[in-house]
């Protein structure tokens, strides 16, 4: 499985972006997709991942209330939808996926196989 993330961009804060991921091939419904992060000087960060079976979906705390994921299982495609947006939203960001994930690990990017190249996200102040 191939994925491409896409989206990133500038932003100001307080503005949003919508950040997609676009799987090369349809992905079993066992799938897990996820977000994850890493600003400069920093550890990869998990964001957000949604399971393609039955949607339920996890967040990190610094997100909560702000970003939204949400999936096409026809389009192969998921999105994270970011509202306002604050300068420490600042960096890289890479989707993943992965079929053999438990609820408990869907945090820990070592669990997920697949990777996409990232889309830089840089908000200002």
């Known amino acids: 499985v191939q994925l491409q993330a896409s989206g990133g961009g500038p932003v100001q804060a307080g503005g949003s972006l919508r950040l997609s991921c676009a799987a090369s091939?349809?992905?079993?419904?066992?799938?897990?997709m996820g977000w994850f992060r890493q600003a400069p000087g920093k550890e990869c960060e998990f964001v957000a991942a949604?399971?393609?079976?039955?949607?339920?979906?996890d967040y990190a705390n610094s997100v909560k209330g702000r970003f939204t994921i949400s999936r096409d299982t026809a389009k192969n495609t998921v999105y994270l939808q970011m509202n306002s947006l604050k300068p420490e939203d600042t960096a890289v960001y890479y989707c993943?996926?992965?079929?053999?994930?438990?609820?408990?690990?869907?945090?820990?990017?070592?669990?997920?196989?697949?990777w996409g190249r990232g889309t830089l996200v840089t908000v200002s102040s």
């Open positions: 949604i399971s393609l079976s039955d949607g339920t979906m």
């Open positions: 091939e349809r992905t079993s419904r066992r799938f897990v």
């Open positions: 993943a996926a992965d079929g053999t994930l438990i609820r408990s690990s869907w945090t820990k990017s070592t669990q997920y196989d697949y």
